[in-house]
T-cell receptor, first 114, second 111 residues
Framework: DVKVTQSSRYLVKRTGEKVFLECVQDMDHENMFWYRQDPGLGLRLIYFSYDVKMKEKGDIPEGYSVSREKKERFSLILESASTNQTSMYLC?????????????FGPGTRLTVL | EDQVTQSPEALRLQEGESSSLNCSYTVSGLRGLFWYRQDPGKGPEFLFTLYSAGEEKEKERLKATLTKKESFLHITAPKPEDSATYLCAVMTTDSWGKLQFGAGTQVVVTP
């Protein structure tokens, strides 16, 4: 079974702090994604990565950056956390074979910025 | 601009009361439409992928159908364990692996 894990289920940070969210997948997937999920807005894509050291902006990249130094790990960085970044953050990975393959999601990190 | 709209926002059903969820989409070109189930506090879990109009897929009490403008997720004789938020997402011809999600339909099934 595909397993996508995220470093924290719940996280509380203060405004201005630098925040790291880690995601690890164990199935050698090349594609990885970071979303945020807010009530009434659904999942919105922040950044994605097609392969190691490659990254592409999604629909809402402002205030975020990412790092992918190893294939299995994709990190989301909030350079200076703000209260409007309070949200559920979801990581996903996707196998490369077949362009229609579904994404597999981690359990999510609920981040609160005070 | 590509859009995915799900309705209703919330649905309350009695156990055994069948119903349908709607996902309407406006996209430049559709590669696939995906249905996910999400339980509270968890990540979405994949259910189905539909690729072309007229296609249908089934899994237990769930059946997904696709037309050129919308998809339906039919829940037949639901049980309380079918309570969840159901998400649809589209992959377009110019998005190569990226998904655009609707806001979801929250389903509650009471005994």
């Amino acid at each position: 079974d595909v397993k996508v894990t995220q470093s924290s289920r719940y996280l509380v940070k203060r405004t201005g702090e630098k925040v790291f969210l880690e995601c690890v997948q164990d199935m050698d997937h090349e594609n990885m994604f970071w979303y945020r999920q807010d009530p009434g807005l659904g999942l919105r894509l922040i950044y994605f990565s097609y392969d190691v050291k490659m990254k592409e902006k999604g629909d809402i990249p402002e205030g975020y950056s990412v790092s992918r130094e190893k294939k299995e790990r994709f990190s989301l960085i909030l350079e200076s956390a703000s209260t409007n970044q309070t949200s559920m953050y979801l990581c996903a990975s996707r196998p490369p074979r077949g362009i229609y393959n579904e994404q597999f999601f981690g359990p999510g990190t609920r981040l609160t910025v005070l | 601009e590509d859009q995915v709209t799900q309705s209703p926002e919330a649905l309350r059903l009695q156990e055994g009361e069948s119903s349908s969820l709607n996902c309407s989409y406006t996209v430049s070109g559709l590669r696939g439409l995906f249905w996910y189930r999400q339980d509270p506090g968890k990540g979405p879990e994949f259910l189905f992928t539909l690729y072309s109009a007229g296609e249908e897929k089934e899994k237990e009490r769930l059946k997904a159908t696709l037309t050129k403008k919308e998809s339906f997720l039919h829940i037949t004789a639901p049980k309380p364990e079918d309570s969840a938020t159901y998400l649809c997402a589209v992959m377009t011809t110019d998005s190569w692996g990226k998904l655009q999600f609707g806001a979801g339909t929250q389903v509650v099934v009471t005994p």
